[in-house]
């Protein structure tokens, strides 16, 4: 006769639960850098979540996720990671067992997914989805500055040329194409032909839209978004000018208590309207669906000349800073990720424990 297997921990959990219908219980694993876990403040969410039935735990990547689950859903923000695993073996073999991990637990779900988070990394690719948000939001006049993407140090003629075939106009902001770590934040602002040479590729040049010194930061988690306004660059004439290029950490200019030279306006100008929070509603559907993701955040300006909400900039698990809601809406978030899932009915047995990597993200169930 043969022996039945008895099910999986991870079977098992789900299995009990879907019996018992109650959240308590549940397994959230969190994988983070220890900045990250500071500016989250993670042991005061796993109190706040503990008052409500649901455990904690942080995932050490150096030990095997097999012995630290079962987990019913992983938070994650592997962008150190990613990033490392360009050029770094230990970063590499890192990621490749969390990806096996959670090709071989499918009934895990991953907030957010890798595929999506790994192209935000990336401003070549994050631009361009931006670039397009005009054509599914025309509805709500949402745009983003035209940008153009440098590979490489070419001769300046070439790129002055690219400048004008793509609608580039001066002052000109420049960013690195990695939107992660310290580097990343590490912007100027070109003002003539001439100071492209101090560009340092690859990079992405955007055109300079003034906004009248106020970046509103809008923060999504799940179906709730807030929106947070914070100082930002003022406003410099259009067209170029002989001035020399300006370094600025866009960090340090637009934190909450930032008092620099480059937030302060040179002139008096009527104060511009908030963005239409029925725009910022469609752009963060609009957002969710093209990227897969349920934490992300976007920064918008309004435009002083044309009051346009316009998109510069998508960042993977923000801050979260002068949210008060955070905690309760992310576990709101996750609740209603973990009750569609367990509506759904008990998941299919998971497959045996696989070293494969390849398209391991896209096999996890995701918490959109």
């Known amino acids: 006769m043969e022996r039945s297997e008895a099910p999986t921990p991870d079977i098992a959990l789900s299995l009990a639960r879907s019996h018992s219908g109650q959240m308590s219980g549940r397994r959230v694993g969190f994988c983070l850098s220890d900045k990250k876990r500071r500016r989250m403040n993670l042991d005061a969410f796993a109190v706040f979540c503990e008052g409500h039935g649901v455990e904690v735990v942080e995932i050490d990547l150096t030990q095997p996720l097999v012995h630290q689950g079962p987990f019913d859903i992983i938070v994650h923000k592997l962008s150190d990671v990613i990033v490392d695993a360009e050029h770094d073996s230990q970063s ?29 990394l990336d401003r070549f690719a994050s631009y361009q989805i931006m670039s397009e948000l005009h054509k599914s939001l025309r509805d709500w006049s949402i745009c983003s500055p035209p940008y153009l993407e440098i590979h490489s140090a070419g001769d300046l003629p070439s790129i002055q040329q690219a400048l004008m075939t793509q609608g580039l106009s001066f002052p000109l902001i420049c ?41 509103h930061k809008v923060f999504v988690v799940g179906d709730r978004h807030f929106c947070v306004e914070r100082p930002s660059l003022k406003n410099f004439p259009s067209g170029p000018c002989e001035r020399k290029t300006i370094f600025f950490n866009s960090h340090q200019v637009s ?31 609009e957002l969710r669906v093209q990227l897969g993701m349920a934490l992300f955040g976007v920064d918008v300006i309004v435009s002083i000349h044309t009051h346009t909400l316009t998109v510069i900039d998508i960042n993977i698990f923000p801050g979260y800073e002068g949210v008060p809601q955070f905690f309760s809406s992310l576990l709101s978030h996750i609740k209603s990720v973990l009750d569609k899932q367990a509506s759904a009915g008990p998941p299919a047995a998971d497959p045996p424990e696989s070293t494969q990597t390849t398209g391991g993200p896209s096999a996890a169930t995701t918490g959109l």
């Open 92 to 120: 590499q073999q890192v990621l490749a067992n969390f990806q096996s991990y959670v090709s071989a637990h499918p009934s895990t779900v991953l907030l957010d997914p890798l595929p999506a988070m790994t192209q935000l």
């Open 175 to 215: 960013k690195t194409r990695v939107a992660h770590g310290s580097l990343s934040h590490e912007m100027s602002l070109i003002f003539s032909a001439g100071g492209l040479a101090d560009i340092r590729p690859p990079c992405v040049l955007q055109s300079f839209v003034n906004h009248g010194a106020v970046l």
């Open 255 to 285: 934190k909450p208590e930032s008092n620099s030279d480059l937030t302060a306006l040179d002139e008096q100008m009527p104060c511009l309207p908030p963005p239409s929070s029925e725009a910022v509603a469609a752009l963060v559907r």
